[in-house]
């Protein structure tokens, strides 16, 4: 039996003779994220594709548009034995997994994930871990660059001043962050 929060691989349900729906992470091309749940929707079968609102400003001009929360993926609901289905679907590449084989996402983490975007408003943000490189963008120590050291609620951040060899250990909100080209 699978515990709550476990992923499941596509073997493991097949193997086990249930064959219920579940929830799939479809990697898609770049920029297809819309038209790839218009076509699985088509083909009824069942997406999700958070989307949320951003100002773009091109030639003189500001612009409204909706954009994908997750770019590149597309959540879709469905029998394993449908996976030929979707990803014969124009601009899905693969189903997200390992070795070759899906991973079935908890239902209860797409429940959250719709319940929460229903009342909350939200937009991408850079997946921080630790050891990336990333800069301050507010505060006393703006525009001071450093590693990520730890990452738990707040970041720690190691930055140093090669000039004179020495580091120091800072720790701050995830929104003071930004990564670092």
């Known amino acids: 039996m699978v515990r709550k929060g476990d992923a499941v691989t596509d073997s493991d349900l097949v193997g086990s003779g249930e064959v219920l729906p579940h929830w799939y992470a479809a990697y898609t091309l770049p920029r297809h994220e819309k038209a790839v749940a218009g076509r699985l929707l088509r083909e009824e079968i069942e997406t999700y594709l958070p989307l949320y609102w951003a100002v773009h400003r091109w030639n003189l001009r500001t612009v409204k548009v909706e954009l994908p929360l997750f770019p590149g993926y597309v959540f879709v609901r469905m029998l394993i034995t449908d996976r030929a289905r979707v990803l014969a679907q124009p601009g899905v590449i693969r189903l997200v997994g390992s070795n070759g084989k899906a991973a079935a996402l908890p239902d209860s983490e797409i429940e959250t994930l719709r319940s929460t975007l229903a009342v909350y408003r939200a937009e991408p ?24 050291i730890r990452r738990k609620g707040k970041i720690r951040l190691v930055a140093s001043i090669d000039l004179i060899q020495r580091s120091i250990l800072l720790e701050l909100d995830a929104a003071e962050a930004q990564l670092a080209s």
């Open 125 to 148: 943000f850079p997946f921080l871990t630790a050891g990336k490189k990333i800069r301050v963008r507010s505060g006393p120590f703006a525009g001071l660059e450093g590693r990520i």
